[in-house]
């Protein structure tokens, strides 16, 4: 296994001292770009259901689909800690299944840790993985993988019910061996007590400040997928403007004959065309 820099026990180590710093990648450039600005960590999201392979939701994409992510993210950022999603299906048939899937993002997709949708109720399945010797980052509040259960992707928490039920799950996720846990879409002072009662680092989305660290979407940050555009979300450039004009400006050029330039062609010695006109005349 090639280094990485900061491995999920440094993440532990830098809760309450620095926030931390995740995004997500799905391809090898994307993953260059995510090491080059030296982020924590990077996540191989099952969003490359929506976001790679145009699926409406996180339903249909497969453990071989999201293998192929991890190894290109993994070719592209070699050095950088990359943790793999556990799609739809691949940890909730059995205790056996879920090690042999989260196994399979460490042997095959080359990740060095696993994250896993759901609290209280896979509590026992991250325990069984963590013995496996395969970190697992959690997921909480809105887990896009119980979306039927939820009626959407809603924000999750916000009665005293839920939000004690996503408090507990953080717990159970904590005393089952987690690394860190993911919180979504939950009100910000839930994140900020959850923050607080737990040891390990909480990576928030939708989540508010509070949290120990933030992840954002790759394609969100660029400003490339306009499909889903939750509250919570930031373009720091606005990729698709961005790219559509310079695919309009390499159109018009081409149309006008203006690409390819001089600067752009390879060129022959012209005795060798003159041979070649007499010879096919
Ligand atoms: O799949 C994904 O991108 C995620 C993040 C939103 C946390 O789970």
Do not use: W
């Not at 409406?56 to 950022?77: H, K, N, S, W």
């Amino acid at each position: 296994m090639s280094l990485f820099k900061v491995s999920p026990t440094d993440l532990i180590g830098k809760k309450g001292k620095e926030k931390i710093v995740g995004i997500t990648a799905y391809d090898y450039t994307s993953a260059k770009l995510a090491q080059a600005s030296e982020v924590d960590f990077i996540l191989i999201g099952d969003s490359a259901s929506m976001i790679m392979l145009g699926h409406p939701d996180t339903f249909p994409i497969t453990m071989e689909e999201m293998l192929i992510f991890c190894q290109a993210v993994a070719r592209g950022a070699p050095e950088t800690l990359r943790i793999g999603d556990l799609p739809f299906l691949s940890y909730q048939v059995s205790t056996e299944k879920a090690i042999y899937n989260a196994g399979m993002m460490i042997k095959k997709g080359r990740c060095h840790a696993v994250k896993i949708e759901g609290g209280m109720e896979v509590a026992s399945t991250v325990s069984a993985i963590v013995k496996a010797g395969i970190p697992i980052m959690g997921h909480i509040g809105l887990t896009p993988q119980r979306s039927m259960e939820m009626g959407g992707l809603r924000v999750q928490g916000k009665d005293l019910e839920t939000a004690e039920k996503i408090l507990h799950s953080a717990k159970a996720l904590e005393e089952a061996g987690a690394f860190s846990i993911v919180l979504e879409g939950i009100p910000s002072d839930l994140a900020k007590l959850i923050t607080e009662k737990v040891s390990i680092p909480t990576i928030g989305i939708g989540a508010g400040p509070h949290t120990d660290g933030q992840i954002l979407v790759f394609h969100d940050v660029v400003g490339l997928f306009s499909d889903l555009r939750p509250k919570f979300v930031k373009n720091y450039v606005q990729g698709f403007e961005l790219f559509k004009k310079a695919i309009t400006s390499y159109k018009e050029e081409v149309k006008n004959g203006v690409f390819p330039g001089k600067e752009h062609q390879y060129t022959i010695n012209p005795e060798l065309i003159e041979e070649l006109k007499r010879r096919y005349d």
